[in-house]
């Protein structure tokens, strides 16, 4: 078997592994938040939402976005072949995990009157925040030990442990949802998050021997990857802000139904392709890091990625077209179905998306912060301009238009920064496949758009056929 082979058996797999386990948890997700409605109502959604993004906004503050950080170390680590370098590094991020999760609990701890105050406008629920400081201590040690797993590529105990996690956790808050109406709702959280971190050390890495790291070698030694998770962090409140300004300017010019329909497209489509790039990342993040020192490695790895990223997101986004109209009125109701135009549009984009994240992440493995906040603040920027002006012209459908044209201009940006800054380059044959991807996903668009149904069936499912067959035949190699 021949390495281009080996690339393609492992990104298919994790995209088996991993979808399957994505989908679980949007399944598990779907199924929460109905027995929620259905047994505590709104008012229970409502306090789990307020509950639930409180803390998740604590965590992406105090934890310094070392989960994903720390990846390229543990890779470059497991790949080096010395045992005493991969021990030292696993016992470096889990103290790491011990000192951001002892964060996380005492700011909670700390400002849990003053969170009262400001999410509910009284320091009534002061005591539910004080709770909920356990669940910065679990979520800072499932991350841990979960990147520990996905830097040295044991991705089926990472996939068993995050799909029990979350299936555990649900299960064990359905008969709090039933007995408890709205007092489960932060135990229900807890229960969850502890689930996770249970689950996460069950499955933890095990073989290796554990080395004893003074306070002042945890800081020093960490400093890397913590310098490189802070400057995600920034970049990610800074995406979170321009999405905002957004919002508010949408709410502003259109109303609050214009915000929403926005929101519903944005969420489908974007919720759609993540099956596929979370999936992917888990294997291909890793193992991009693993090499990020050989200009070959990284041009073979990226190209191959690519490669396959396109013979999976090809018959997805024909199908996505193809269905639109039956999922809008699943998902949603009938006062939806004016966001078909506007999600159609922007699922094309996806194609510059996808290239252009295969190219990002190398920016990640050679951890490289400031340049990954440069390009990802620029490109937040570039996307809020769009969304302005293209709105202005053609309302919500141009705001489809406006999200293939932000990934499009992501793409050149990153592409200069992928040939100029690390001298790197995309095969011609990935770049073809991306091409041939967007002419297809276009001419699928085209067929739907002007009715022609028999020919857009057709047409999915000769590509579905083709690539089904190729993948086949990459997992059988």
């Excluded at 959604?45 to 934890?63: H, K, Q, R, Y």
């Excluded at 957004?246 to 919720?271: E, M, P, W």
């Excluded at 919500?396 to 920064?417: D, E, H, K, P, R």
Aim: hydrophobic share 55%; aromatic share 14%; proline share 1%.
């Amino acid at each position: 078997m021949n390495k281009e082979s080996n690339i393609s058996r492992a990104i298919v797999k994790a995209v088996g592994i991993f979808g399957g386990v994505q989908a679980v948890n949007v399944i598990c997700s779907v199924v929460r938040a109905k027995l929620i409605a259905l047994w505590i109502g709104p008012v229970g959604m409502g306090l789990f939402g307020l509950f639930n993004n409180t803390v998740e906004m604590i965590i992406a503050i105090t934890s310094l976005g070392i989960r994903n950080s720390s990846i390229p170390e543990i890779a470059k680590a497991d790949n080096s072949g010395d045992a005493r370098l991969l021990a030292t590094t696993i016992s470096l991020i889990r103290r790491w995990s011990w000192l951001v999760s002892i964060f996380g609990a005492v700011v909670t701890l700390a400002f849990a009157s003053w969170l009262s105050q400001l999410v509910f406008d009284t320091d009534a629920h002061t005591w539910e925040f004080v709770l909920l400081a356990s669940v910065m201590m679990f979520n800072g040690l499932a991350n841990g030990e979960q990147s520990i797993l996905q830097g040295t590529s044991m991705l089926r105990r990472l996939a068993h442990a995050s799909m029990w996690g979350v299936v555990s956790g649900l299960v064990l808050s359905v008969p709090m949802f039933y007995f408890w109406g709205e007092k489960s709702v932060v135990p229900s959280i807890i229960v969850y998050n502890a689930m996770i971190f249970l689950f996460s050390y069950i499955f933890r890495k095990k073989d290796y021997t554990k080395v004893n790291l003074s306070m002042r070698d945890t800081l020093d030694k960490g400093k890397g990857f913590v310098r490189l998770g802070i400057y995600m962090t920034v970049s990610g409140f800074i995406t979170m802000l321009f999405t905002y300004i957004f919002s508010i300017y949408l709410n502003r010019t259109a109303g609050t139904d214009a915000v929403g329909l926005y929101q519903a497209g944005y969420t489908l489509y974007n919720k759609y392709v993540a099956l596929v790039f979370t999936a992917i990342g888990y294997e291909y993040y890793p193992r991009i890091s693993g090499v990020s020192d050989s200009k070959l490695r990284l041009h073979a790895f990226v190209s191959q990625q690519i490669n396959v990223v396109m013979l999976v997101l090809l018959p997805l986004i024909s199908v996505f077209l193809l269905a639109r109209e039956l999922m809008v009125s699943i998902l949603y109701t009938a006062e939806f179905s004016t966001i078909i135009l506007y999600i159609s549009l922007a699922i094309i984009g996806t194609v510059f998306r996808a290239y252009s994240w295969c190219l990002a992440f190398v920016i990640l493995a050679k951890g490289d912060g400031k340049t990954f906040i440069v390009t990802e603040t620029i490109s937040s920027a570039i996307g809020f301009i769009l969304n302005v002006v293209f709105f202005e012209l053609w309302g919500l459908n141009g705001l489809g238009f406006a999200y293939t044209m932000w990934y499009f201009i992501y793409c050149v940006i990153i592409q200069y920064v992928y040939n100029r800054k690390y001298k790197l380059s995309v095969s011609s044959g990935a770049i073809v496949n991306t091409l041939i991807t967007l002419a297809v996903v276009v001419a699928v668009f085209a067929m739907v758009e002007y009715d022609w149904w028999i020919l857009a069936i057709i047409a999915t499912l000769v590509i579905s056929l083709y690539c089904g067959r190729k993948i086949y035949v990459m997992v059988k190699k």
